[in-house]
């Protein structure tokens, strides 16, 4: 029996990129006919790539056509240009494509490849499950649950889980808006553990795929781990620019560790003298989102995401 890899067909959609790159492609793939149609996107913050289309990837590979039921649309690239740029936004117009939609198709970069993937990629689905998550300076830990997807969410086994602010501007917002089942994963990254994240992702696509019925049930998958609710999450930002010096290293992602612990250090770029601590706020501190290695920091950078632990 064949996989989906060997029988997925890839359609692109030239998107103005301006006078110095012309256009860019955005590659659509699509498995089957039937209902129901789920969405798996991944990229649309350009530097939050490769983890999440290495995921898709995975799932298409390792999965025989003979377990598709629906239909599967992958976009493993939703911000070509700001890949290639390994920009959260396009350098265009710096718009965010996660705020953007549903888009506009006579605007500008941004809003016309929103638009796009309103038209091609959503106008149809009723499962949409966009992955995010880690990229080029952090590992993250967690997915996001809206109402009607928790399942989805849950299917991933991320070491946290938490309510994702309601937003219609957002791809799963608006999926959501429009009657699908959402969920939004923000689990990888760059860490010396990116394969195991990518597989993980990849199982938890498998699974989340199986509930939602455009697979076959992931009856055989184990589950990957019971994912702790958190409260809302809290960003730790540095007051101003300097070099980070990381205390808590890959090891420790998804971790809960006891308030006070010293999580980094912000460092005088100049004399290397500690400048600014990082340490975790709360009695339980859930670590969802961290930089692994030293890295240069601009003033309020977003240095960790933690949350607390809600009793359920
Ligand atoms: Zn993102």
């Not at 989805?152 to 946290?160: E, I």
């Not at 994912?227 to 998804?254: K, N, Q």
């Not at 339980?284 to 809600?310: F, N």
Request: glycine share 12%; net charge negative; aromatic share 6%.
């Amino acid at each position: 029996m064949p996989t989906l890899l060997e029988q997925i067909t890839w359609a692109y959609t030239p998107i103005p990129a301006g006078a110095g790159v012309g256009y860019v492609n955005l590659g659509i793939g699509q498995i089957g006919t039937e209902s129901p149609v789920a969405l798996v996107t991944a990229g649309i913050h350009g530097d939050e790539g490769p983890w999440g289309a290495w995921a898709i990837r995975k799932l298409l590979a390792h999965t025989s056509t003979d377990e598709l039921r629906g239909t599967l649309r992958v976009v493993p690239v939703a911000n070509p240009l700001a890949m290639q740029a390994d920009s959260r936004n396009a350098p265009l117009d710096m718009l965010d494509l996660n705020r953007s939609f549903p888009g506009n198709a006579d605007g500008s970069h941004t809003e016309r490849l929103a638009s796009v993937l309103t038209e091609k990629a959503l106008h149809d689905v009723s499962v949409v499950i966009d992955l995010h998550g880690g990229g080029s300076w952090c590992v993250n830990s967690f997915a996001f649950q809206m109402p009607g997807g928790e399942a989805l969410s849950r299917a991933f086994g991320a070491p946290f889980i938490v309510a994702a602010p309601d937003r219609t501007v957002t791809l799963t917002g608006y999926a959501r808006s429009q009657g699908a089942q959402v969920a939004a994963i923000e689990m990888g990254g760059r860490s010396e553990e990116e394969a195991q994240w990518a597989e993980r992702i990849a199982l938890g696509l498998r699974r989340a795929l199986g509930i939602a019925g455009v697979l076959t049930p992931a009856d055989g998958i184990e589950p990957l781990g019971d994912s702790i609710p958190v409260g809302s999450t809290h960003v730790l930002r540095p007051s101003r620019g300097g070099v980070f010096l990381p205390e808590v290293r890959t090891a420790d992602i998804g971790t809960i560790v006891a308030g006070g612990t010293v999580l980094g250090y912000l460092l005088d770029p100049v004399t290397q003298e500690i400048v600014e601590t990082f340490t975790a706020p709360y009695q339980q501190t859930a670590l969802l989102l961290l930089r692994p290695t030293v890295a240069r920091l601009e003033g309020g950078a977003m240095t960790y995401v933690v949350a607390e632990p809600t009793n359920q």
